[in-house]
């Protein structure tokens, strides 16, 4: 009979050899694991610096934006504060001339929208949690919010004075005589030199009013344009204010965390 032979040997080092492999193997997976985690982690770097690049553009072009908005209210509180000084006690004594040539620059409307590109994106990609800079993220969300909210609530409130004026305006003066100056000038006040004009218009377009009820109505429509000008300066003009140095805090910070120009 045959004698079967053991070796312990041999069998010992095929059980490290199979461990040794398990173990590099075991190695290779951790290790790129290691290097997809870190692949991942420079991916979302980058794209959180494109996120804080787009962001200081658009925090930039919003300064123009907003400038433009309040030269445009400071003309038409200069347009309301010509028609209010056109209306004096005494039918006779008011200037209706002066009134028709401002007053559709005194009722004009702006508003300012800021560029909200890359915080949509924020937003709908779930992008807020690349931010690693906590600071950067909450003035980010802040200056959203504010625009959103705060800003909102005062434009709603600026609109009933607006809406109040209108409303007067269309019961004391004429709508033709208004629009045909507009087709002119806009909303730009009209030149002095257009005042024997308006007056052949206003002689022609009779508003049907009497003398107690047209001061009535004029007295209550320059207290409505003197009451939407300080609307404007209580509510508006705090909040234009509050959005240039929520503009400029976020630039700087922007600039200063991400090295950025």
Known sequence: NMEVHHHPHTEGKKLKHYLFEFFMLCLAVFC?????????HMVDHQREKQYMITMLEDLKADIPLLDSTVNEWNQVNKSIDSVTDAITPGLTN???????RHINEALNYWT???NDRTISQLKNSGGFRLI???TVANKIISYDQFNNNEMVNILLQHEKFYENATALRSKIFDEDIIGAIYKL???????????PWIDSLMKVNKVPLSEESQSTLLF???NSL?????DYYIGMDWGYKNIYKRISELITLIQK?????
């Open 94 to 100: 008011v200037d209706f001339k002066k009134i028709y």
């Open 226 to 230: 003197l009451a939407y000008e300080r």
């Open 112 to 114: 300012f929208k800021y």
């Open 32 to 40: 790129g694991f290691l290097a997809e985690n870190q692949r991942e």
């Open 185 to 195: 000038y806009g909303n730009d006040p009209a030149p002095i030199s257009i005042e």
């Open 132 to 134: 690693r800079n906590e």
């Open 257 to 261: 965390e991400y090295n950025l120009k």
């Open 220 to 222: 209550q429509f320059k």
